[in-house]
């Protein structure tokens, strides 16, 4: 069955970097294009990022934009978020997800705080 493992959340002070990954299985990697998204408490999920299928960045949220980059690498199944220029605003659960479909990860935490 899909599979999406995210993995690279944590604690960072504002200003600060990370990356994010998500390891897909139990599907063709390679023929899906993939998504961030994220979630901050009380609020709505929202699309932070998406990567066509063969690695081509097709949109980034304008509050991310020049921030955070979307990549990925089919060799490894894995789709990045690199987050650069974090701010509190930034703090929210990030999920991956296999595009169009209602594929999900369990999340990983980001918490922006000094």
């Known amino acids: 069955q899909v599979r999406l493992v995210e993995s690279g959340g944590g604690l960072v002070q504002p200003g600060g970097s990370l990356k994010l990954s998500c390891a897909a299985s139990g599907f063709t990697f390679s023929s899906y294009a993939m998504s961030w998204y994220r979630q901050a408490p009380g609020k709505e999920r929202e699309l932070v990022a998406v990567?066509?299928?063969?690695?081509?960045?097709?949109y980034h949220l304008n509050s991310v934009k020049g921030r955070f980059t979307i990549s990925r690498d089919n060799a490894k199944n894995t789709v990045y978020l690199q987050m650069n220029s974090l701010n509190p605003e930034d703090t929210a659960v990030y999920y991956c997800?296999?595009?169009?479909?209602?594929?999900w990860g369990q999340g990983t935490q980001v918490t922006v705080s000094s």
């Open positions: 997800r296999r595009m169009p479909y209602n594929n």
């Open positions: 990567i066509s299928d063969t690695g081509s960045p097709a």
